[in-house]
């Protein structure tokens, strides 16, 4: 496991390793108690158009901008261009040239496209934004968008919003052992025991949004991720022992039982 | 004179500019994103741009998303 | 999931859910650092004859058992006879009627003796004794150890010291479908991520020593399990969303990019 | 994995390591086929009382019993003594002194009682029976059961008629390693795939029921079961080569790709 | 579960679902003996220089041709256009326009390039190639590959060579659910037991070296693949019973015990 | 006289045998197991036993089963 | 005369008690369990033991256990 | 003169076809892939080929593989 100590992205430095979406909250306040508890640093957003009728927009109010690094996705982009296209409005409306990239043409499972994905980290590179794919748990195009310049690489866990954990565990450890740049395992991660299970496998951080916005207590699933998310990297940092296939007895024989038989 | 807002239709007076319809939307530039016939409008630029019959404007803003 | 807000054995409450092991630590003083760091409020201990020429005793001066409640544990009883004998002296030297009743006749995976364990519950409840039995995760002896008057159940994970994590976990479900005391997952637990697994299912308590003993860091390592219990036991108070199969959007599709195609 | 190429169970040698449980089929003579198709030579049955508005039996006419050894179950006990009774009332209705022991007094999950059925199967070994006991994947109680003379063990891979497959894996590996009489892995085994998994990983043979019974085509899943057996069995055989964690190339480096460069 | 009676490729029909691949057997007799026993009609080579020291060709004579219609890969290619030479020096040596495209530039895990294979594919399926690509698990790719005129998908189910089973099951279970060209699992099946789980989760036929190649016995080893995928693939269409949390009674309830208490 | 068949209360001729019940039953003796009052009765006995009123009989045979 | 503790023979003075022994080794009876020829030994009885000939004592204390 | 067969060099005679250096090699062309200066040379075209100094000849056969 590569002992990276603090997790930079871009020369910015994070504390937390949990990051955080914020959509499917019941309410902007509900999202922004949660955010803050999270204890996280960095929350996604999407785009929409404005509604002309109703422009009034509560999630500026809630959320304390001063407190959290913005990273809005591309979501809904199907291919190379729209992602582009969706990447520098993004810029405009959040002005920050850190982007989620999210090509997703499947409408069923939201799985990445990684040859549009790989073409849109190109020329977002290009256009100088600092560029975080969300890809499948695919080794080698891991590496290539690190190539490409990529800030991260953001493989799944499961499908998005799917709670089911981290299914793609082999496939995320070969990630992790060739990576240059952090690692962030998104989607997919429903309970805590599910990040700190990726943490424990050696990733930087993990992005969670639905296990946290759908729970009946939004705040108190955040503050149980924030403190799996600790928990893991102290315990890769503390050095386990491994496994082992036999039991190791945690307690002394107690020979005096039979030695007077 | 006619232009299009966010797919919309929308009758406007010759000569109004982004910034004065944004006004009358009752809208902030800041935090918004708007595309002008497919182009970025920009802060800086965005003062200078005089709305056209015909064009088309986007304006978009960030939510809540994963 | 029984919704079970306090943890209580034999009417004594404890607020943290993790038991602590005091077995193979490089010293009394790491030991007794990584327990408190652990915030457990219960610690085992076994027994052994006292060293005539060093009688000398480093772990009473190590840990200040105003803190914690002891936990002796019949460790290396390979019968029903050998663990009631060996509960008596726990009683006698600990001052406590609780004892970990361990029966493991087989001396490569110390596995519990199903048949044994019942036997010597069955006696040591009669003595007075408040008994928490270590068993093989069997879902009809837990309800067996359950009627004969056992305060608790604690089913294993894996082998003791194995650090596997929780291979039993079908079984282990069903004992706490049916428990009608609080079930402990005792041994195996080997991460973080293993013991928020536990509780997150809804296990009442685990108990933890070699993965906390063998670390670099025990110290580390028994914060890391202690934030992960507190993290597994937030999630499932939280009211989770359970999982999907197909994915589900976190973001709003983001229409507006083909409408005007 | 023990090396045993002949599976002989009281002296009597099976060229079958599949049993087949002959429940919950939609007729006597589906049953029948299905049994036929499996290739099995061992069947298990259960008890019940004549019906004396309806006392003719489907079930004798559809099966040869020249082809097949019965094994009557103790399916209903609760305790020790209801299965001895029905062991001998078993025997009397067979005329085989072999029975599969089965004592589960949980009558959601249909979980054996370990204790209770050591007890029955001490009895009846006294009592001259052939004891094939249905047991929770517990190695110490597989041992005991063996000490008091059971002519097998058979560990659970799930509940019964579940179809789960083997989820007490790591249990069951332990008991195989153990175990000096044959292991045959019972309940909850629902695809080809878990009965290969099961003889792959050492069992002696594999009982099924309801995974034939209740398909759609009970005959063509028995013929599957069958070959899946004989396909892991000859797998083991073969001597397999292990797993590694790296790639292992299974064509020769192409060097001449790059050489003229 | 698509219900696809036949396996059909390019309009060529299979009776078989296995594919075999004829690396790493200690002789070209071993290797056609384990084919021959395998009951496979398609077998993947791979390319080499001919030693002109020693241009004897074992392998021609070993194999009888007129039985099997050859596959051969791109193996050692690392990006397109090594790949499209590679494939048409296949063409021109095995008289065939089939080919298995391998595009691996990682020497460790020697996992596929999803850009560089979809790239390959499309240029080759123009120069009239018959295309059958090795990827990752990756469900958008196999669908750009399929419409980019691919005759298969081959997903991975762990690294090459690595015997570690279906380590990519739920991706690969969404690219059945998805696919109109036969999917082929390919890479890192171990056992039967492994190859069964694929075809049972609906995969159309699996590839198989290594697992038979390094066996002890690679005959034993090839039937056992053969038998293994035949009983899978009449299991899913046996119409299987699926799985259930709790049990299902296998035999009927034996009320008479209790009546007369 | 009366006894209980099965759980089911049942009038018989004083004097029956538990061979002749069968008979009257319809029931073949080979593949039942046949309870006397708590007690197997073997194909050996059998014939010897005479039914006597208040008498319990179980008679069992095998089914389908796992 | 000698006694067995913790399984080592041992020379005692005649009359000497169980107490007086625990001070002879250095120990304190507290946190400590007693077994005097296989019975337990509480704190209350502990006095009033002289030690015999033959005896058999364990000497037996807590340490660190999972 | 000199060419380059499977990145060895080699003298031929001036002259010499390439199905005459694959007599001389003891090759069957069936069966074998030919890149001649990094093209295929097909099985027809085969016969019409003379190889010239400095000429490149790659002869590639298939084996087992995965």
Known sequence: MR?????????????????????????????????????????????????????????????????Y????????????????????????????NWVKLEVTPDPYYLLPDPVETLRAAEELVKLGFV???YINADPVLAKRLEDAGCATVMPLAAPIGSNRGLKTRDQVAIIIENAGVPVVVDAGLGMP???????????????????????????????AFKLAVIAAEKAREAGPGGESRLARASSPLTGFLRENE | MEIKVNGEPRRIEPGMTIVQLLGELGLEPLHLAIEHNGDIV?????????????????IIRFVGGG
Do not use: C
């Not at chain 1, 910015?12 to 979406?21: A, D, H, P, V, Y």
């Not at chain 1, 914020?22 to 803050?36: C, E, I, N, P, R």
């Not at chain 1, 785009?47 to 422009?55: G, Q």
């Open chain 1, 3 to 67: 002992q990276q100590k603090k997790l930079v992205i871009d020369s910015i430095e994070f504390t937390s390793r949990l990051f955080i979406g914020t959509g499917k909250f019941a309410s902007a306040q509900a999202m922004a108690d949660a955010v803050l508890a999270s204890g996280s640093e960095l929350v996604t957003v999407a785009l929409r158009r404005v509604d002309l009728k109703n422009p009034h927009d509560p999630m500026l109010e809630a959320l304390d901008f001063s407190k």
């Open chain 1, 69 to 96: 690094r913005l990273l809005p996705n591309t979501s809904g982009a199907r291919d190379a261009e729209e992602a582009v296209r969706l990447a520098k409005l993004a810029r405009a409306a959040t002005k920050t």
């Open chain 1, 131 to 133: 560029v975080l794919p």
């Open chain 1, 193 to 223: 025991s599910h990040a700190a299970e990726a943490i424990e496998l050696g990733a930087d951080a993990v992005l969670v949004n639905t296990a946290i916005a759908i729970a009946e207590d939004p705040v108190a699933m955040a503050e």
């Open chain 2, 42 to 58: 920009d802060e800086t630029s965005i003062a200078g741009i005089d709305l056209k019959a015909g064009d088309t404007l986007e």
